[in-house]
Nanobody, 120 residues
Framework: VQLQASGGGLVQAGGSLRLSCAASGSIFGIYTMAWSRQAPGKQRELVAAITSGGSTNYADSVKGRFTISRDNAKNTVYLQMNSLKPEDTAVYYC???????????????WGQGTLVTVSS
């Protein structure tokens, strides 16, 4: 199983970006999918998560600005980021709780990260 994240880049404060993360490989089921981020010199933090049923939760710092969504047919999770601030600058990682067959337990898989830089 692989998770491929994309969509990062350089944007001015107040701008928008949309991140995507597609899961591929031997997949029986995908459960919770999420985005985390790690800024330079800081610990990784959870940004947003979405369950297989569509329930979402967000870090307080991004509520009202970021929206997480998923397309189950494409095994893809998205993060729409609006009103970006310089403090949103970080490497953004996606992860997903995946079962690879009916016999296997669920495991957590991570993407490679995509850099988001917000200039002031």
């Amino acid at each position: 199983v692989q998770l491929q994240a994309s969509g990062g880049g350089l944007v001015q404060a107040g701008g928008s970006l949309r991140l995507s993360c597609a899961a591929s490989g031997s997949i029986f089921g995908i459960y919770t999918m999420a985005w985390s981020r790690q800024a330079p010199g800081k610990q990784r933090e959870l940004v947003a998560a979405i369950t297989s049923g569509g329930s979402t939760n967000y870090a307080d710092s991004v509520k009202g600005r970021f929206t997480i969504s998923r397309d189950n047919a494409k095994n893809t999770v998205y993060l729409q980021m609006n009103s970006l601030k310089p403090e949103d600058t970080a490497v953004y990682y996606c992860n997903a709780d995946i079962r690879t067959s009916w016999r296997d337990r669920r495991d957590d898989y991570w993407g490679q990260g995509t850099l988001v830089t917000v200039s002031s």
